[in-house]
């Protein structure tokens, strides 16, 4: 019999919600929550019942018992700095994420309804490969402030989903390639991988690296101080142009790439500086990735939504297929990693970890 998996994805203003068997996708939903839905809730947690009530109701219509699931899988939060692989929900795991204790992120739901939803099915509930993924190496770690470590918050599900993609094209172990991955979307992060784990990453959360479609990557220091006592801006407005308003939104008010392209076809000169510019930084980053590992780099994989756009990669790929072989894996299957992470750990393919 294969084993049935409820894969939930807690975003900002939706709820994905996929069922699995084995790692055949048989439900894939998007609950979508407005402005007016949410607008009561002070807090993440606090949208718990609400979003569980929901993804109950759709179960309902779609005739799925929660009794016949083996497992569920929620989309990991902000937790602790974790190793890669797959956890099962335990209870100083969701005491961190009901307190927010490493932050507020509407994926942190991802495991407290995932738990709630398990204890009525009888089965247990599991993160896997959550944004704070942390296996850099000491020397990625420090920065030029002893009191301002390097963090790694980066796109980690998607950047080791992509890894094992290459890996079975290539018949290669994890552990014996060195690749350079890049995931393109609303953020930007760069991963050196290495011996089975992710070396060195820039924290595209929390502005480090290139710019990207909605976030300001590194920033001029002293520019940024001086704007933060102007008394012209709140800490909310700045941290909103980091992470939220940056990139391609501050330029030119749009964060699709492909809107943008169209742009440029239709002669918008300043629309194809700007994304010329991001493609330009976006190789730097990978160029300077590449020192880690000596410039010894099987390949470079370039992943995300933006990895469909042939303009942007046309012009990354220029910058970089000296350093090694360029692959293409667009866009990202979140729901179906999170599916496949844990059946290899339910079918003793992989270890479960623990928190």
């Known amino acids: 019999m294969p084993k049935r998996l409820l894969v939930i994805n ?18 894939d939903t998007t609950l979508r ?14 949208q718990k019942d609400f979003r569980k009530g929901l993804i109950e109701k ?20 902000m937790v602790r700095p974790l190793e890669s692989g797959t956890y099962k929900v335990c209870g100083k795991l969701l005491e961190d994420l009901t307190n927010a204790n ?17 204890k009525e099915a009888g089965c247990d509930a599991y993160i896997s490969d959550p944004v704070v993924v942390d296996e850099l190496h000491d020397l990625a770690r420090i920065s030029g402030l002893p009191n301002m ?12 989903a992509t890894a094992r993609k290459y890996c079975a094209e290539v018949k290669q172990d994890y552990k014996d390639v060195r690749i350079l991955i890049c995931h393109m979307g609303g953020g930007i992060s ?3 991988h290495k011996g089975g784990k992710i070396i060195d990453v820039n924290n595209c959360v929390n502005g480090t690296g290139t710019f990207s479609p909605e976030r300001s990557g590194t920033l001029p220091a002293d520019d940024l101080v001086k704007m933060c006592f102007s008394g012209d801006y709140s800490q909310y407005e700045i941290n909103k142009m980091i992470n939220g308003k940056g990139g391609l939104m501050a330029h030119l008010g ?29 190789a730097k980053e990978i160029g300077a990735a590449a020192t880690v590992l000596e410039g010894k780099v099987d390949a470079i994989c370039l992943t995300g939504g933006i990895a469909y756009n042939d303009y942007v990669c046309s012009r990354i790929i220029k910058r970089v297929e000296f350093i090694a072989p360029v692959k293409r894996y667009p866009g990202e ?4 990693a999170l599916a496949s992470n844990v059946l290899r750990v339910l079918n003793g393919e992989e270890d479960l970890k623990e928190y």
Not at 33 to 46: I, K, N, R
């Open 149 to 160: 470590p390097r963090r790694s918050i980066f796109h980690a599900l998607n950047q080791k």
């Open 254 to 282: 749009m964060n699709q790439a492909h809107h943008i392209v169209d742009k440029i076809e239709a002669g918008d000169k300043e629309a194809g500086l700007v994304l010329d510019a991001m493609a330009y930084n976006i």
């Open 102 to 118: 490493y932050g507020e992120h509407a994926s942190n739901l991802g495991a407290i309804v995932g738990s709630e939803l398990a």
């Open 10 to 27: 807690p975003g900002s203003t939706s709820t994905k919600l996929s069922i699995f068997e084995d790692n055949n996708q048989v439900l």
């Open 33 to 46: 929550h407005t402005a007016d839905d949410l607008e009561g809730f002070t807090t993440t947690y606090s």
């Open 333 to 336: 299957d979140e729901m179906g």
């Open 190 to 192: 760069v991963g050196v």
């Open 58 to 77: 759709k179960l309902k219509e779609e005739n799925y018992d929660l009794k016949s699931f083996d497992a569920i899988v929620g989309r990991g939060g």
